[in-house]
């Protein structure tokens, strides 16, 4: 796993040599100060895999045991890390099996470079062997992709896709080389790329809106702040934490900006969408100022569109100008990145607290507590619940775990109960919701940060679409933790079916294997849970794992995620039972 | 602002580039809006293309649509019109028969009233080219279909803004 990087500098601004495609690429890599791709090899892309033998003592590949478990893998590594993902994948088939991871990073802002191999250039368009227009496939879920039919392309190609991936609203991009421009010699240069002239990524602020939205800020009886990943990807925790603390604001945080600031800081009141909690969403009703920050108003945050802050001004801190007004109208819309803004503003802002409005969350809280929270962290019934799996979690890992989840039941579960004390704390697939996600993810997020404790917190079916990435972790000895929430149900599309479909279960029970003996196949030490009393040893024993270690957890099987608002209906309407 | 469609023309500046095309229209397939017409030529700057596109929506979301635009990489700047704010027109070609043009009086008057001009004739055939508004060459088409047309073929529309628009600044300033 570990790899000895040479300095990037290496390979950066050297005088020109005459070198094939295939090399020049690995060279942009290293340049680009890229350490670890996931990937899988075939045909078309068989010239850089050469090179990468050649280069293994500077660059780490991993043989993911799937192309989208690259492309995964590639996003835990950027999410965790700030830094871009790479994958890489053959053409056709190996292509097309990165759409999903790519389509995800691109939803979810994640910076990832994808390279593919294309057949060679004389063949394009002929339907040859593993031809696939891959070009054409990612092109609506790539924020830019380019293929590369010319040696010569390379370098300023790879520097502009790492440019175009990191900066602004980051997203993904693909690169397809033609086998011929891979086996091809050039003279090889590498300039990292430093603008592009029709892209601007950062928009300039616009000091009267800052001016216009302190005004509506100070003036505020109540207002609330919504934040989302711009805090984090903007890197502007602090700056964040500064303007929450002297606003006195209460904020809470949509599940892709969670972790920007502790859980526990006072001034977290939690989660809104869906899912979120009872306080945040009803007083997104109440309160007379929305701030939004980083965030993009995804149908699954407002819920019902006509009825969502109608009554409150809207103030839009965002980076991206196309989220202006896409969903919800700004009042006062803040273009920026919210490092500066936020920065910008800070001395704008009076130093205020709103003690009443405060209550009003504090005693919508207490309904929540008593409702949900209560029976979901603190069980008095039989079966063990996925939120007592989670608490037990926090104790042990002292909120300093990166959690990584799936999508479902236990996805919620784990972003309405994890404790982080970290920033980028909460790698999960928020805007597509792709099953299969985590436990690739959580394989680049420990190598990317091999200090940190990440555990992957996966339902039963999500794992098995993935499953095969355990062999990754084997081979990799990435000790990632894995703990699967076991309910034989794929539960949320079955909590749906209970509640709307009159508990007609088309296809969601699921009959499982064993998983414990699946994981011990992989030379994974496994361990199953079935009982409350079992818990708490069997965590800190996987805590305790200096290696990879899978933990089942078998879990209460028909038990339902609340709050929940339901698809369509209007924050204000959220249930709790 | 109010939901109701209007006819606008969209006018996208962008670097020359393989794909774009698809980019662009991905953005309109995605909201299921049907593009009018849409044409691609060199612009007024040496190395930029010009996309005019002629959709019919609402103003709230042909904004939308523009932010989206103006999003993908390549693309330098995009804005929309009505038609009050543009010169506009489209062209388009009729190839007839030969004989009627001789035999036809009334076709020679056509042409003459429409200012429609004759690119081409042989024995077999003549072509005839019109320029102008959607309704004129609506009109011509109808007048000569008594005839009977051989082919017919219309352009997308191609439109000017009576205000400017800050490209070439805005590229001038990227070189800076």
Same mark, same amino acid.
């Given at each position: 796993?570990? #790899? ?53 003592? *500077?660059i ?5 045991? !799937? ?56 063949l ?5 062997f ?12 790539t ?12 370098? *300023?190609?790879i520097a ?12 993904p ?20 790329? *430093?603008?592009? =002239? ?19 800020i ?34 809470a ?17 939690g ?19 929305l %701030?939004?920050?980083?965030? =993009?108003?995804?149908?699954? #945050? ?10 409150a ?9 196309a ?9 006062i ?51 063990l ?5 989670l608490? *037990? ?9 990166a ?9 919620? %579960? ?9 920033? =980028?704390?909460?790698?999960?697939s ?17 190598m990317a ?8 917190v ?49 296809s ?7 998983f ?12 199953r ?5 079992e818990?708490?040893d069997?965590?800190?024993e ?11 957890v ?24 | ?8 023309? %969209? ?20 909201r299921?809006?049907?593009i ?13 293309? =010009? ?45 007839i ?7 036809e009086?009334?076709i ?28 004129e060459?609506?009109?011509? !088409? ?16 191609i ?5 400017e628009?800050? %490209? ?5 300033a990227?070189?800076?």
């Amino acid at each position: 796993m570990d #790899v000895k990087t040479k300095s990037k500098k290496t390979y950066l601004n050297q005088p020109s040599e005459k070198i094939t495609g295939c090399e020049a690429l690995v060279r942009c890599l290293i340049a680009e100060g890229v350490d670890i791709i996931y990937g899988y090899p075939g045909g078309a892309i068989m010239p850089v895999y050469d090179e990468l033998y050649k280069y293994q003592e *500077e660059i780490l590949h991993v043989l993911t045991r !799937h192309e989208q478990g690259a492309t995964h893998a590639a996003q835990g590594y950027a999410r965790i890390s700030g830094r871009v993902g790479v994958a890489m994948a053959t053409s056709g088939p190996g292509a097309t099996n990165l759409v999903t991871g790519i389509a995800d990073a691109q939803i979810d802002s994640t910076p990832m470079v994808c390279i593919t191999g294309q057949v060679p250039s004389h063949l394009l368009g002929s339907d040859a062997f593993q031809e696939t227009d891959i070009v054409g496939i990612s092109t609506p879920v790539t924020k830019w992709n380019h293929q590369i039919t010319r040696a010569e392309e390379i370098p *300023e190609v790879i520097a502009k896709a790492f440019y175009i991936a990191r900066s602004g609203r980051p997203g993904p991009v693909l690169i397809d080389i033609t086998k011929d421009a891979q086996f091809d010699t050039f003279d090889f240069t590498y300039k990292q790329c *430093e603008g592009v =002239r029709s892209y601007k990524p950062v928009p300039k602020f616009d000091t009267n809106a800052l001016t216009e939205a302190a005004k509506a800020i100070n003036n505020a009886k109540n207002p609330m702040i919504v934040w989302g990943q711009g805090v984090i990807l903007g890197e502007a925790e602090e700056e964040f934490k500064n303007f929450v603390e002297k606003s006195g604001v209460p904020a809470a945080w949509t599940i892709m900006g969670v972790s920007a600031i502790p859980t526990a800081h006072p001034l977290n009141v939690g989660m809104v969408g869906m899912h979120g909690n009872y306080a945040p969403n009803k007083l997104t009703n109440e309160c007379d100022v929305l %701030i939004a920050i980083g965030m =993009r108003f995804d149908d699954r #945050v407002t819920g019902k569109l006509s009825d969502y802050a109608t009554q409150a001004k809207v103030i839009h801190f965002e980076i991206d100008p196309a989220e202006i007004d896409k969903n919800v109208k700004a009042d006062i819309a803040v273009l920026g990145d919210v490092k500066e803004t936020l920065a910008e503003i800070l001395p704008m802002i009076e130093k205020k607290s709103y003690d009443n409005w405060h209550q009003k969350f504090k005693d919508l809280l207490k309904i929540e507590f008593n409702k949900v929270i209560k029976d979901d962290l603190h069980p008095t019934k039989e079966g063990l619940t996925m939120g007592e799996v989670l608490k *037990e979690i926090n104790t042990q890992s002292g909120g300093e775990a990166a959690i990584v989840s799936d999508v479902g039941q236990h996805q919620m %579960i784990a972003c309405r109960y994890a404790e982080f004390t970290q920033s =980028r704390g909460n790698i999960t697939s928020g805007g597509l919701g792709t099953m299969g996600f985590a436990l690739p993810a959580a394989i680049g997020a420990k190598m990317a940060t091999p200090e940190r404790e990440v555990v992957a917190v996966i339902g039963d079916g999500g794992y098995q679409m993935t499953i095969q990435e355990l062999g990754t972790i084997f081979q990799t000895k990435a000790a990632v933790k894995i703990v699967v929430l076991n309910n034989d149900f794929l539960g949320m599309v079955r909590q749906w079916q209970q509640l709307f479909f009159d508990k007609r279960y088309a296809s969601t029970e699921m009959t499982n294997p064993d998983f414990v003996t699946i994981a011990k196949g992989y030379h994974i030490q496994a361990k199953r849970v079935t009982k409350r009393e079992e818990l708490a040893d069997a965590v800190a024993e996987m805590m305790a794992s200096k290696q990879a270690y899978f933990l089942e957890v078998c879990v209460e099987k028909e038990d339902n995620v609340f709050p929940m608002i339901p698809s369509g209906a209007s924050v204000s309407d959220i249930r709790l039972e | 602002m109010d939901n109701t469609t209007k006819q606008y023309t %969209i006018s996208v500046y962008t670097e020359n580039n393989i794909g774009l095309l698809n980019r662009i229209s991905a953005i309109f397939q995605r909201r299921h809006i049907n593009i009018e017409s849409m044409n691609i030529s060199v612009s007024e700057i040496e190395g930029v293309s =010009r996309f005019t596109i002629l959709v019919n929506m609402t103003e709230k979301n042909v904004r939308k649509i523009i932010g989206q635009i103006e999003k993908q990489i390549e693309v330098i700047k995009a804005f929309y019109h009505t038609d009050e704010d543009t010169i506009y027109l489209e062209s388009c070609m009729f190839k007839i028969k030969s004989d009627l043009l001789f035999e036809e009086r009334q076709i020679q008057n056509i042409i003459k009233e429409s200012d429609a001009r004759i690119v081409t004739v042989n024995r077999e055939f003549f072509v005839l080219e019109k320029s102008g508004r959607r309704h004129e060459i609506e009109m011509l !088409h109808r007048e000569l279909s008594v005839f009977g047309i051989m082919q017919f073929v219309r352009s997308g529309r191609i439109a000017v803004t009576k205000d400017e628009m800050k %490209i070439t600044e805005m590229l001038a300033a990227f070189n800076n």
